[in-house]
């Protein structure tokens, strides 16, 4: 029933299914159900992500024309230029083919990065039909199932956390965790499973006296539980090296106010209640995340002595916490505005960026998974301005936040008016200050310390520009060297940019560039230049008494001062030929 939805336009969503109907009709999946049938699903998802009807006819068309004759051109034709743009940034993620498969997923993620900076509504598709596929993942072979269950887990589930759709997350990752790990996975469910009820009734106990207190407050709001996910639990008992029974904060609960200041109100009635734990308290509606995610978050000590999650935040930060991005595009299309929160997209703007200079595809792969997963640190330039930083950051990352030329220049750090090292992990609420030098400048050693996809861009731009006109000047000096032993008293600048040509370089700098690289022989372009230069030599028709004649009277040995058959002898060391330019001792 996903044509039902108030607002949607149900005559162009009708054209769409008919024509997937035609095009795809009779074709099935491994599952042996219709391919038709997914595309249903993918667009229903997207129905339950609220989106627009465009989305949701691009979800019905997304397969048609990777899965059957159908071309961009008809769909574009029939559906008009922005729903065809929608299938083709779908169907371009998924077509690339490369030798390697860590290359080929590079090129993948490259691929979809720069689909999603041109409209985010293309991984808003891709991400709805990854999650029907794991839905039915079963059908494949072992082999495949553990690949795109890995895929799933390194990719997709980031993304989607980092788009702030905490609903499609939390299933990918279970899902993901259940072909990756079945025996894990069986194992928390059942135990879970087995201390439902008790759960349920200890968190009925805990709301008890918070609702009192709300009603007496004539505060209006929805306390409910908050379930916690499987593959979550599972990660905490790896990280912390414990069985089920001894994690301690699975209970949750999430309490839902049509105010920001009934939050905080809120807040104080259940720190009044229950005793906090002061070090988990977390304000997320002050400091919002990079993904929109805005919420207040505490832990307190529940009435049996256990510990209870606790998010408290208003209806639209609900609305953004479980859809995300989805959730602001809509209401960036009913013409609303939200400068408080920003589009969420800074990131992936800047991935567009050092996404050019990363060619190495493990690299890239490190860096985007880097940027995909990172939790955030909140910390203040002495102007008080916010700034967000993956959590580990040191000063160098913060400097290359505020500007690439303060990166540059940083040579110190202060971090709450005390100087620390430049590998100081940076901490939620400091104030950091940079201390900068114009004789500063990036070294390799600071790889190894920063932590932001930015920082790490910037230093490699920097030192790959800097590696390039040290090997330019090192041409210069060898091609100029090399000419001279051809006494060759031109000028070869006007030579160099034909010479760049042949060699298919861009320029007569990266030419120079290549030599001083090694990469090309300095001699051999030396003598092309020479032998273009060199004016034709008209040889005189000499008779063969003349010749003998010349061959007595020439001077052997070395000419010095002009003088010429000296005596001589030629140490051992070396064997200079004619033109070379020696040294002699008497």
């Known amino acids: 029933a996903f044509l039902d939805r108030e607002g949607l336009d149900r005559a162009l969503l009708n054209r769409a299914l008919r024509y997937s109907r035609e095009h795809l009709g009779g074709k099935t999946r491994r599952s042996g159900e219709p391919v038709l049938g997914h595309a249903v699903e993918v667009a229903r998802i997207l129905d339950q992500l609220k989106l627009d009807t465009v989305t949701i006819a691009g979800g019905l068309l997304h397969d048609v024309v990777e899965d059957s004759e159908a071309t961009s051109e008809e769909v574009e034709?029939?559906?008009?230029?922005?729903?065809?743009?929608?299938?083709?940034?779908?169907?371009?993620?998924?077509?690339?083919?490369?030798?390697?498969?860590?290359?080929?997923?590079?090129?993948?993620?490259?691929?979809?990065?720069?689909?999603?900076?041109?409209?985010?509504?293309?991984?808003?598709?891709?991400?709805?039909?990854?999650?029907?596929?794991?839905?039915?993942?079963?059908?494949?072979?072992?082999?495949?199932?553990?690949?795109?269950?890995?895929e799933t887990l390194d990719i997709y589930t980031p993304l989607a956390h980092r788009f702030g759709i905490a609903r499609i997350k939390w299933e990918l990752e279970d899902l993901a965790f259940k072909h990756l790990d079945p025996e894990g996975y069986r194992d928390v469910v059942t135990k879970i499973a087995a201390k439902r009820e008790d759960r349920e009734e200890y968190i009925e106990a805990f709301k008890k006296p918070i609702e009192e207190k709300l009603k007496e407050g004539g505060i209006q709001a929805e306390i409910i539980g908050r379930p916690k996910h499987f593959y979550s639990i599972h990660n905490k008992m790896v990280t912390r090296g414990r069985p089920l029974e001894d994690i301690y904060d699975l209970l949750a609960i999430r309490v839902i106010t049509n105010t920001v200041t009934e939050c905080y109100h809120v807040l104080g009635i259940i720190h009044t209640l229950f005793t906090p734990v002061h070090e988990r308290f977390r304000d997320f509606i002050a400091t919002p995340k990079m993904n929109m995610y805005q919420s207040l978050h505490t832990t307190v000590i529940g009435p049996r002595g256990e510990m209870v999650e606790v998010q408290i935040r208003t209806r639209r930060m609900h609305v953004t916490a479980e859809f995300g991005i989805a959730a602001h595009w809509r209401y960036k299309e009913s013409g609303g505005k939200d400068a408080a929160q920003g589009d969420g997209m800074g990131w992936l703007h800047q991935g567009v960026d050092w996404q050019k200079d990363l060619t190495d595809p493990k690299e890239f792969l490190e860096v985007l998974k880097g940027e995909l997963f990172q939790h955030e640190v909140f910390v203040f330039t002495p102007n008080g301005d916010l700034k967000s930083l993956p959590k580990g950051s040191t000063?160098?990352?913060?400097?290359?936040?505020?500007?690439?030329?303060?990166?540059?220049?940083?040579?110190?750090?202060?971090?709450?008016?005390?100087?620390v090292p430049l590998r100081y992990e940076l901490q939620n609420g400091e104030t950091v200050e940079i201390i900068t030098s114009a004789n500063a400048t990036p070294t390799h050693d600071w790889l190894g310390i920063v932590k932001s996809g930015r920082a790490r861009t910037k230093i490699r731009q920097f030192l790959k520009q800097e590696s390039f006109q040290q090997s330019r000047l090192l041409g210069k000096e060898i091609l100029e060297r090399e000419l001279r032993r051809l006494h060759f008293q031109g000028s070869a600048d006007k030579k160099l940019a034909e010479e760049a040509a042949h060699?298919?370089?861009?320029?007569?700098?990266?030419?120079?560039?290549?030599?001083?690289?090694?990469?090309?022989?300095?001699?051999?372009?030396?003598?092309?230049?020479?032998?273009?230069?060199?004016?034709?030599?008209?040889?005189?028709?000499?008779?063969?008494?003349?010749?003998?004649?010349?061959?007595?009277?020439?001077?052997?040995?070395?000419?010095?001062?002009?003088?010429?058959?000296?005596?001589?002898?030629?140490?051992?060391?070396?064997?200079?030929?004619?033109?070379?330019?020696?040294?002699?001792?008497?």
């Not at 000063?395 to 100087?419: E, M, S, W």
């Open 77 to 150: 034709k029939t559906f008009g230029p922005e729903i065809a743009h929608l299938v083709r940034g779908v169907t371009t993620i998924g077509e690339l083919k490369f030798a390697t498969p860590e290359k080929e997923q590079a090129e993948y993620c490259r691929n979809m990065l720069l689909s999603m900076a041109k409209d985010i509504r293309v991984i808003l598709i891709k991400l709805a039909d990854r999650l029907h596929n794991m839905r039915t993942l079963q059908f494949l072979e072992p082999e495949k199932i553990s690949r795109i269950a890995r």
């Open 395 to 419: 000063p160098l990352d913060f400097a290359f936040a505020v500007h690439t030329q303060v990166g540059y220049r940083c040579v110190g750090a202060k971090v709450n008016a005390r100087i």
């Open 503 to 586: 060699f298919t370089m861009p320029d007569a700098e990266h030419l120079l560039a290549a030599i001083g690289r090694g990469d090309l022989n300095g001699k051999q372009v030396a003598l092309r230049i020479a032998e273009q230069e060199a004016p034709p030599q008209e040889f005189e028709k000499l008779s063969l008494d003349r010749i003998i004649d010349l061959a007595r009277r020439s001077e052997r040995g070395v000419r010095i001062q002009g003088v010429g058959d000296l005596m001589g002898r030629f140490a051992k060391c070396c064997q200079p030929l004619p033109g070379d330019a020696i040294m002699g001792v008497v």
